[in-house]
């Protein structure tokens, strides 16, 4: 009896996808099926996908008769979703052999738990570093909400990495609005309502490139608000809809969520008064002020802004980006010569 549905959103990159699909056949657990779903690419991605299907049957093939985008062709294939366990993988990522055999085996360890999440390696092929979030967390079992709080206060788990077990509820009604944050508010949907499990076994490559989905929508605003902050407050709106949770909880979740969203927005606001975008700068101070009530946040960007300016603008600039670096170094982690050679192989296989 098949258990798990692997779920691949796609649109135009035959290659990696073929990449994506073998590495979950190869799977040491084996009672799965890989549903592709094609966003109508006019390249070979059908003839790929058909190619693989007639060699093994687990691959499934769909294709839209028009290109509906990502965010629908995901929620679509997450709403198809028969079996008691999911994974979502983007077409460009990756996972290890091991990882549906170890989530399994979690979960009938912690029958309780809904949503294991395995270490996900954030490879960055384009500066080439490596981070791996889900090490900085200290626990290997949470409860409800106990696990959502540590996804606002460490940083959530990438869905990459995570086999969810199927829960109506946490994926009834999931948000567009929520943009390419879907996969965050569908895994904080999980942590408010259920225990999480927790490994640091790596177990997924997110592979960060020149055209990954996320990389492309930071380069084209990479200082603009509004793909920030009413994602914070839409997040908030869609916990407080989950019917079955505490109004305690729901209340203390709230102010974790609107306490992370005010720290977000002002570190944007920094970021934008060093390059000297002083318009979006004020805006970030007029958005902490009006929306989170975070006063204290907006007048020192009020103050920081006119700084852009000559000739104080260079030590500005020169102080948010060392403070940005010295972030970046704490996050980056660098691996073991081991793990880079079995992150080199798993990337190299086509065929």
Request: hydrophobic share 40%; with cysteine; net charge positive.
């Amino acid at each position: 009896m098949v258990q798990i549905t692997t779920v691949i959103p796609t649109y135009r990159r035959p290659k990696l996808l073929k990449r994506a699909i073998l590495s979950v056949l190869r799977q040491s657990y084996k009672d799965l099926e890989v549903h592709v779903y094609d966003n109508a690419s006019d390249d070979t991605t059908e003839q790929v996908v058909a190619d693989l299907a007639s060699a093994d049957s687990r691959v499934k093939y769909h294709r839209h008769p028009e290109n509906i985008g990502l965010l629908r062709n995901c929620i679509h294939g997450i709403e198809q979703v028969e079996t008691p366990y999911f994974h979502v993988l983007c077409d460009d990522d990756l996972i290890f052999p091991h990882f549906y055999e170890l989530a399994v085996k979690t979960f009938d360890r912690r029958p309780k738990a809904m949503l294991f999440a395995g270490a996900t390696i954030r490879l960055n092929v384009i500066r080439h570093t490596a981070e791996i979030p889900l090490r900085r967390w200290k626990l290997e079992y949470y409860q409800a909400p106990e696990g959502l709080c540590e996804i606002l206060h460490r940083g959530h788990p990438d869905w990459t990495g995570i086999l969810f077990r199927r829960s109506p509820e946490a994926i009834s009604s999931l948000d567009l609005a929520m943009g390419n944050w879907l996969d965050v508010d569908l895994t904080c949907r999980y942590a408010a309502l259920y225990p999480l499990a927790i490994s640091n076994i790596s177990c997924a490559i997110l592979v960060q490139h020149e055209s990954a989905f996320s990389i492309i929508a930071e380069e084209a605003e990479p200082y603009a608000l509004s793909s920030i902050w009413p994602k914070w407050l839409q997040l908030v709106e869609n916990i407080d809809q989950l019917p079955s949770m505490k109004k305690e909880d729901r209340d203390r979740v709230r102010r974790l969520i609107l306490r992370q969203g005010a720290r977000h927005v002002f570190f944007r606001g920094c970021k934008a008064a060093a390059v000297g975008d002083i318009r979006a700068a004020e805006n970030a101070a007029s958005v902490l002020a009006s929306c989170f009530g975070s006063h204290l946040r907006a007048h020192l960007l009020d103050m920081l802004a006119p700084l852009s300016r000559p000739p104080v603008s260079f030590a500005v600039k020169s102080t948010v980006y060392a403070l940005r670096r010295l972030r970046t170094r704490s996050r980056e982690t660098i691996l073991p010569s081991d793990e880079w050679q079995r992150c080199s192989a798993l990337m190299a296989q086509v065929d």
